[in-house]
Nanobody, 126 residues
Framework: HLQLVESGGGLVQPGGSLTLSCAASGFTLDYYAIVWFRQAPGKERGGVSCINHSGGSTVYADSVKGRFTISRDNAKNTVYLQMNSLKPEDTAVYYC???????????????????WGQGTQVTVSS
């Protein structure tokens, strides 16, 4: 049974930082590309960042480039999303998802990912 659990969300002031974690159980992340999506109230779930199975390739949404960093520690079976210079518009529920893939590039297409976590709330507010 594949399970992903997100953690690390919370309330932070504008300009602050948070690090989200996506921990996998029931499978090894070595063979999986991982994506972070987010969904704000009343908006569609959109891609934030993804990382391929080896960590050698990453993709970012334009809105987070230069502020967010995705990384993975396959030994810990965990993927991270370091979020700096947070803005109120980053407020959302953040989800991680996985797909078994050895493609050199990850793709932030929601339909590709078949295992999802339950989400963690990030609120950026003063």
């Amino acid at each position: 049974h594949l399970q992903l659990v997100e953690s690390g969300g919370g309330l932070v002031q504008p300009g602050g930082s948070l690090t989200l974690s996506c921990a996998a159980s029931g499978f090894t992340l070595d063979y999986y590309a991982i994506v972070w999506f987010r969904q704000a109230p009343g908006k569609e779930r959109g891609g934030v960042s993804c990382i391929n199975h080896s960590g050698g390739s990453t993709v970012y949404a334009d809105s987070v480039k230069g502020r967010f960093t995705i990384s993975r520690d396959n030994a810990k079976n965990t993927v991270y999303l370091q979020m700096n210079s947070l803005k109120p518009e980053d407020t959302a529920v953040y989800y991680c998802a996985a797909v078994k893939s050895f493609q050199p590039m990850c793709i932030m297409s929601r339909a590709r990912y078949d295992s999802w976590g339950q989400g963690t709330q990030v609120t950026v507010s003063s």
